[in-house]
T-cell receptor
């Protein structure tokens, strides 16, 4: 089975940094994805990690440790538009490309 | 990334009826998926829509309740049958990209309310 855990809510101030942690226990592993979902909208792809280490993409970075079953998404220089739900998802197999999603972390950015 | 459209965008239906949701992609894709997102919750995979063969359903989802068609590489439908209020949810289709990461791209979703 798949078990993916992330905090329910986080609040931060505009301009600050927030780190969203994700731990997973899955029957297989073939990549970890982060998605952003604004209220009432579809999820949009943010990042992908399959090897250990940090992937940086502008203000967003994602880190993976496969041995620890752990990832984080780092949001820097927070803007009001970053208020959204952030979903951690794991692909367990390279054969079917299915994703298992965590419950999501709602980030609220305050002025 | 693929451009995905869904019809209808929302609907209010009476219990016991059925609704068919369409998903159209602007390019041919191999993998298409259907998800459900209940209010305030994350995404749950219903099934993988296979072109030319029966869909592959996840645990807890059955073909009689959620029949799926995939007649070609750009189109799929999901039917929610014999609806009850518990089926009120957002239904999203997604496709896998063709890049090295095979990330999934999501359609805008269909918001279904069953009364």
């Amino acid at each position: 089975g798949q078990n993916i855990d992330q905090p329910t809510e986080m609040t931060a101030t505009e301009g600050a940094i927030v780190q969203i942690n994700c731990t997973y226990q899955t029957s297989g592993f073939n990549g970890l994805f982060w998605y952003q979902q604004h209220a009432g909208e579809a999820p949009t792809f943010l990042s992908y990690n399959v090897l250990d280490g940090l992937e940086e993409k502008g203000r967003f970075s994602s880190f993976l440790s496969r041995s620890k079953g752990y990832s984080y998404l780092l949001l820097k220089e927070l803007q009001m538009k970053d208020s959204a739900s952030y979903l951690c998802a794991v692909r367990g197999s390279s054969n079917d490309y299915k994703l298992s999603f965590g419950a999501g972390t709602t980030v609220t950015v305050r002025a | 990334s693929a451009v995905i459209s869904q019809k209808p965008s929302r609907d209010i239906c009476q219990r016991g009826t059925s609704l068919t949701i369409q998903c159209q992609v602007d390019s041919q894709v191999t993998m298409m998926f259907w998800y459900r997102q209940q209010p305030g919750q994350s995404l749950t995979l219903i099934a993988t829509a296979n072109q030319g063969s029966e869909a592959t359903y996840e645990s807890g989802f059955v073909i009689d309740k959620f029949p799926i068609s995939r007649p070609n590489l750009t189109f799929s439908t999901l039917t929610v049958s014999n609806m009850s209020p518990e089926d009120s949810s957002i239904y999203l289709c997604s496709v896998s990209g063709t890049g090295a990461t095979y990330e999934q791209y999501f359609g805008p979703g269909t918001r279904l309310t069953v009364t």
